[in-house]
């Protein structure tokens, strides 16, 4: 998308699809829990809510608009980088009221700017990048504030219809992926971020992949045949981690009477054997694929099952094709509070036939998160760059809890390997032989 008012369009209806989300978030609990730590792995949701306000004035007001600061004293308080989230409640932060006329006074200026703003001549504008940013920021912490409604205790404050059924009856296990080279990352995708970027050649050797995520049903078969007792299926950290903090199966998983059950958003109900796991680190998801025989796919591995068409030789945007995510290709931007079961939405598989690649559960991958060849830093090296290292490792793909605007065949996110209260699940692979 290159015309300058299909984007300007494009990036109205990402903001204000952001706003909403932020809204029900935010508007689903009251004042006392807005401003409670649900967890010290957490920030206070009003944090959030004015954080959000802070980056879109930072970057859309003053660094596009060149405006003066409407609240230069309230810049360090919301620095993420200033501030860990267990020390965030200490803070003098804006009351809820406080907050939430802040952010609708930055994006009421917001939005006089994208109107006015011409989408060339410059990084920050060309292809309404900024804006593209800023939504994607949005719904990134739309989406840290679903985990911290996760996380919180007491009754459901969210609800949402139920995902469209899926069934693996006549799905192979696994499929190959030829090998050969594919591009990976991309440089013409107006709103990828700078650690997609530029796009290159990878080599990747034929492999098998799980057709669909592993399931909870799959992963008990781990547990009860004593995954969480033998040493030899962990790395020596996530082992370290197994003992120090004595688990025994995904967080929020507990055995009761002899089921099984998970607290899903304030409801406890038995775990679903054909959903995707979900809420494992990458200790555990690695320590699963040892114990099957497998092993984690490599990032390259992922991006090239999910975009890479053998028949034409390019890549593609998503697994289905270069058009936009819809209700029947994938389950993304909140719609449903928990992963379709497996094998759901044939539409959006890939042309390999591999299901839910996009959508449904961010997948561990076992690459560490590194740049690109080429890779340059903008707007600016606190989003990718200092992150960069074998400290973090690579997810992708996205979850239910992942808006369309953040979420491409490119995109990587990525985490320390202990995380499990984030949307993770994954699947595995094998050499061809």
């Known amino acids: 998308m290159t015309d300058p008012e299909l984007l300007r369009a494009r990036a109205l209806t990402a903001l204000t699809a952001a706003r909403a989300r932020t809204g029900v978030l935010t508007s689903s609990v009251d004042d006392r829990e807005l401003t409670a730590q649900h967890s010290p792995l957490m920030s206070p949701l009003v944090w959030d809510l004015a954080h959000i306000g802070n980056q879109e004035e930072q970057w859309l007001l003053r660094a ?87 996380l919180r205790s007491g009754p459901a404050a969210l609800t949402a219809p139920q995902p469209p059924p899926g069934t693996t009856e006549g799905l192979p296990g696994e499929v190959l992926v030829p090998g050969g080279p594919f591009t990976m990352g991309t440089s013409t995708e107006p709103w990828a971020l700078d650690n997609e970027r530029p796009a290159h050649q990878r080599v990747v050797a034929a492999f098998h992949l799980d057709t669909t995520p592993v399931t909870c049903g799959a992963y008990l078969s781990f547990i009860e045949d004593g995954g969480y007792r033998e040493a030899r299926w962990w790395a020596p950290a996530g082992w370290a981690m197994v003992r120090e903090h004595k688990l025994d199966a995904p967080l929020f998983w507990r055995q009761e009477g002899g089921q099984w059950l998970r607290r899903r958003f304030g409801v406890t109900e038995p775990v679903p054997a054909d959903e995707p796991v979900l809420h494992v680190s990458w200790y555990e998801a690695d320590a699963y694929a040892r114990w099957a025989g497998r092993r984690l796919p490599t990032e390259a591995e992922w991006e090239k099952a999910a975009r890479h068409d053998s028949v034409s030789g390019r890549s593609r945007r998503y697994p289905w094709g270069d058009a936009d995510p819809t209700p029947a290709h994938a389950n993304l931007g909140q719609r449903h509070l928990r992963p379709a079961p497996a094998g759901a939405y044939p539409e959006g598989q890939s042309p390999d036939g591999v299901r839910q690649l996009m959508g449904d559960v961010w997948e561990w991958t076992a690459s560490d998160f590194l740049p690109y060849p080429g890779f340059v830093a903008f707007p600016y090296r606190e989003y990718s760059e200092v992150f960069f290292g074998p400290e973090h490792k690579v997810l992708r793909g996205g979850a239910f809890s992942v808006d369309e605007v953040a979420c491409r065949g490119t995109f990587r996110n990525w985490d320390l390997p202990v995380r499990r209260q984030i949307f993770a699940g994954f699947r595995t692979a094998r050499d061809a032989a």
Request: glycine share 6%.
């Open 64 to 150: 596009v608009a060149g405006q003066d600061a409407i609240r230069p004293e309230i810049d360090s308080l919301y620095d993420a980088f200033e501030h860990p989230r267990a020390s965030r409640p200490t803070l003098p932060l804006l009351a809820p009221a406080e907050a939430r006329r802040y952010a609708a006074d930055v994006r009421g200026r917001a939005l006089d700017v994208l109107e006015r703003t011409p989408l060339r001549g410059g990084p920050l504008t060309d292809a309404a990048f900024a804006f593209g940013m800023i939504a994607q920021h949005e719904q990134q912490h739309d989406e840290t504030m679903l985990i911290t409604h996760q």
